[in-house]
């Protein structure tokens, strides 16, 4: 069964530290995103890469900076935390195959809670 | 730009009966592609249905389907005989078929199924 896992399901940080969240992917996927979820604004797309070393901004980059050294593995990081950094922060994979139906695999989500 | 509107925070249906969540979207592109994700109370999203702008049958999948009107820009997911398990955050999407990695959210819809 195909696997996007998120390496913590709770976080609790203090305000100014750097914070990291991975990701790993078991699919050979090329495509991986960062997403922050918060009530009635859904999901919005932080930073997404297409392939290893290579990143996009994405809706709201702003604070976050990503890594992607290895093709399953993408971060994220909080460079210095800020309280309205706190959310659900989900990571997600796609294959590159140019497929119309080629639909997001999300992990379980982080929920960050920055104090 | 693109944009998804789901209209119901919040809906209650009794077990056994059918459900309709509602999803309007903007674009002006004429190609794109719609998706509807579950998210329980776990925190994995994951998919149910996609549906193509050029499809001209509604999709369905098992008893989820796809209400899809392009003129009147709606794609509302319809669950049929509802169940316990269908209790979840449901959630839109949209994806212009030219850029493969950029997915639009709307702010999703939590169905409560009662027994």
């Known amino acids: 069964d195909v696997k996007v896992t998120q390496s913590s399901r709770y976080l609790v940080k203090r305000t100014g530290e750097k914070v990291f969240l991975e990701c790993v992917q078991d699919?050979?996927?090329?495509?991986m995103f960062w997403y922050r979820q918060d009530p009635g604004l859904g999901l919005r797309l932080i930073y997404f890469?297409?392939?290893?070393?290579?990143?996009e901004k994405g809706d709201i980059p702003e604070g976050y900076s990503v890594s992607r050294e290895k093709k399953e593995r993408f971060s994220l990081i909080l460079e210095s935390a800020s309280t309205n950094q706190t959310s659900m922060y989900l990571c997600?994979?796609?294959?590159?195959?140019?497929?119309?139906?080629?639909?997001?695999?999300f992990g379980s989500g982080t929920q960050l809670s920055v104090l | 730009a693109q944009k998804i509107t789901q209209t119901q925070p919040g809906m209650f249906v009794q077990e056994k009966e059918a459900v309709t969540l509602d999803c309007t979207y903007d674009?002006?592109?004429?190609?794109?592609?719609l998706f509807w994700y579950k998210q329980p109370s776990s925190g994995e999203m994951i998919f149910l249905i996609y549906?193509?702008?050029?499809?001209?049958q509604n999709a369905t999948e098992g008893r989820y389907s796809l209400n899809f009107q392009k003129a009147r820009k709606s794609a509302n997911l319809v669950i049929s005989a509802s169940q316990l398990g269908d209790s979840a955050m449901y959630f839109c999407?949209?994806?212009?078929?030219?850029?493969?990695?950029?997915?639009?959210f709307g702010s999703g819809t939590k169905l409560n199924v009662k027994p």
């Open positions: 890469s297409y392939d290893v070393k290579m990143k």
């Open positions: 674009t002006s592109d004429q190609s794109y592609g």
């Open positions: 549906q193509g702008s050029y499809d001209e």
């Open positions: 999407a949209m994806r212009a078929l030219y850029n493969f990695n950029k997915f639009y």
């Open positions: 699919m050979d996927h090329e495509n």
């Open positions: 997600a994979s796609r294959r590159s195959a140019g497929i119309a139906n080629e639909k997001l695999f």
